[in-house]
């Protein structure tokens, strides 16, 4: 179980990997701040290894350099990116920026928990629902 973190906030980064620790959940969680150097990642490990790496993508909207509406609106472009579930985690509960992202196929939209028991709710939900009850596609290369 991988997921890749993409966000620039350490604390709130820091806070989703202890999430998913208090509550058991033994995934790898890649932390990622900058969205471009994770766009990259992910295709370079496409040319390299032939396979996309993470299970699901947890992404924050505001980013530098590349916000993430520009990083799902090109996962979602990408042929063999596109498969990777999306999970966009942001502060933003405004409804243009749930509408874009359903739009532009996010797999789902979280507004950012403000207290530690609510990422662990969050947590826990992510994790029963991408990792117990959905079937995952096949990593996007063997499609």
């Known amino acids: 179980m991988n997921i890749l973190h993409?966000?620039?906030n350490r604390a709130d980064s820091d806070l989703?990997?202890?999430?998913?620790?208090?509550?058991?959940?033994?995934?790898?969680?890649e932390v990622t701040h900058d969205a471009k150097l994770a766009l990259s990642g992910l295709e370079k490990n496409l040319e390299t290894h032939g396979?996309?790496?993470?299970?699901?993508?947890?992404l924050d909207l505001?980013?530098?350099?590349?916000?993430?509406?520009?990083m799902l609106r090109r996962l979602k472009e990408h042929p063999q990116l596109r498969r990777i579930p999306?999970?966009?985690?942001?502060t933003s509960n405004l409804e243009q920026?749930?509408?874009?992202?359903?739009?532009?196929?996010c797999n789902s939209y979280i507004v950012k928990p403000i207290r530690f028991?609510?990422?662990?709710?969050?947590?826990?939900?992510?994790?029963?629902?991408?990792?117990?009850?959905?079937?995952?596609p096949p990593y996007a290369a063997h499609s």
């Not at 208090?22 to 790898?28: D, L, N, V």
């Not at 505001?62 to 520009?70: A, I, T």
């Not at 920026?97 to 196929?105: E, G, L, Q, T, V």
């Open 6 to 8: 993409v966000e620039d």
């Open 16 to 29: 989703l990997k202890e999430a998913f620790d208090s509550i058991g959940f033994e995934a790898s969680v």
């Open 51 to 58: 396979a996309s790496s993470p299970d699901i993508i947890v």
């Open 62 to 70: 505001n980013l530098p350099k590349m916000d993430g509406r520009e």
């Open 86 to 90: 999306v999970v966009i985690l942001s």
């Open 97 to 105: 920026d749930i509408s874009y992202c359903y739009d532009h196929h």
């Open 117 to 136: 028991d609510e990422y662990k709710r969050v947590a826990k939900n992510i994790q029963e629902y991408w990792f117990a009850t959905v079937a995952l």
